[in-house]
């Protein structure tokens, strides 16, 4: 069997709002966690939805945007992973992550909190509407994606 190991403890970093970034933050997400490749696989997956997001539809996505990373890996190796933006972008609607529940096969966005929700234990979103978000998934590295 293979050993996963992961690293217990909290990592933070800012990344500019770039779609450049988002690879680079795939990297240093599952370096941070200490997983191995095929356990940092649902944490990568998750983490550049949420940034992705976070670029697109907020202010981290302007000029000098930001997005805030943290990664924590809880007892019993849940990972903890969250996404902070820098609020509503100027004159662009505000609008907070939402669940998309009914979707057709032609939509051509709309997918990404579903792979969010079907990745993670649980995801949610803190703030307020009008002010910097932040989005929060727990990813069990060790569940079984092909069931
Ligand atoms: N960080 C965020 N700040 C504000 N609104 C957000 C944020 N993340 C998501 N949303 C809102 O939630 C909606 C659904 O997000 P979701 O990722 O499911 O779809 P999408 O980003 O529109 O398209 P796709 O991810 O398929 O390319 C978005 O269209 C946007 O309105
Ligand atoms: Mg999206």
Known sequence: MRVRSGRLGVAAAY????????GRIRTWCAG????DEEAA????????????NAVR???SGARCGRVKVTVEVL????VLVSVTDDGPRALRPTTVPTLT?????????????????ALAEKWWWTGFRGGPLTVWALI???RDLVA
Do not use: Y
């Open 15 to 22: 990344f500019d709002g770039t779609p450049e970034q988002v």
């Open 32 to 35: 941070a966690t200490g997983l």
């Open 41 to 52: 696989a649902a944490v990568k997956l998750v983490v550049s939805e949420l940034v992705t």
């Open 57 to 59: 539809h907020s202010a």
């Open 75 to 78: 007892p019993g190796q849940i």
């Open 101 to 117: 529940t009914h979707i057709s096969d032609t939509a051509t966005c709309g997918r990404g909190l579903r792979l969010v929700a």
């Open 140 to 142: 069990d590295p060790h």
